[in-house]
């Protein structure tokens, strides 16, 4: 079945540092969405991505849709603590069985202050 | 405009026991989705709805049923419960399956014992 890759698993960064994460799937997509998820909390939307090559930015985040499909980043700059939690990257391929998400395993982030 | 909200917060089951999770959205959107979250296993789809009275199967369904009677509920039931569905469970709604956005609930954490 269709997978996503998502790395890194962990990173434990210093306040005020940038955070680069990525996802990457052997399958193309027509959404990338970036979801983050607080101890206790449910996925909360971050940005959603519906075109390759596509550049979007919400505060301090950032995340492209790759020109090939498969990929996609998810940029934090100037870190602060209540970036902390567990960040998920989710595909869509439109047209595909039931429109459900396909899902990464996350990205735990911790920012020491 | 609550958004996406799940009753109970917290449960504790016997093994074979019953219950249903209720997931509301205010958003009038037709599409719903019931996910469990696992350590190291990501957000797995159980049951899905793409519109009052219709459900359909997701990745991990067994053990667990669903009705939509309206639109802006959808219901998971458990009838035997097993220590193994110990989880927690979102639920999500989505308008537009041509993009895939879905927006999330708190959670629901059920623990069998």
């Known amino acids: 079945g269709q997978q996503l890759n998502q790395s890194p698993q962990s990173m434990f960064i210093q306040e005020g540092e940038d955070v680069s994460m990525n996802c990457t799937s052997s399958?193309?997509?027509?959404?990338w969405l970036w979801y983050k998820q607080d101890p206790g909390e449910g996925p909360v939307l971050l940005i959603a991505?519906?075109?390759?090559?596509e550049l979007t930015s919400n505060g301090r985040l950032t995340a492209q849709f790759g020109i090939t499909r498969k990929d996609s980043f998810l940029n934090i700059s100037a870190s602060i603590p209540s970036d902390v939690g567990i960040y998920f990257c989710?595909?869509?391929?439109?047209?595909?069985?039931?429109?459900?998400?396909?899902f990464g395993k996350g990205t735990k982030l911790s920012v020491k202050p | 405009n609550a958004g996406v909200t799940q009753t109970p917060k917290f449960r504790v089951l016997k093994t074979g026991q019953s219950m249903t999770l209720l997931c509301a959205q205010d958003?009038?959107?037709?599409?719903m989705y019931w996910y469990r979250q696992d350590p190291g296993m990501g957000l797995r789809l159980i049951h899905y709805?793409?519109?009052?009275?219709?459900?359909a199967k997701g990745e991990v369904p067994d053990g667990y049923n669903v009705s939509r009677l309206k639109k802006q509920n959808f219901l998971l039931g458990l009838e035997s419960a097993a220590p193994s569905q110990t989880s927690v469970y979102f639920c999500?709604?989505?308008?537009?399956?041509?993009?895939?956005?879905?927006?999330f609930g708190p959670g629901t954490r059920l623990l069998v014992l």
């Open positions: 999500a709604s989505g308008q537009n399956k041509g993009l895939g956005t879905q927006y």
């Open positions: 709805s793409v519109g009052e009275g219709t459900t």
């Open positions: 958003m009038n959107h037709e599409y």
């Open positions: 989710a595909g869509f391929l439109h047209g595909g069985s039931q429109g459900n998400l396909i």
């Open positions: 399958s193309i997509f027509n959404t």
């Open positions: 991505l519906y075109k390759a090559g």
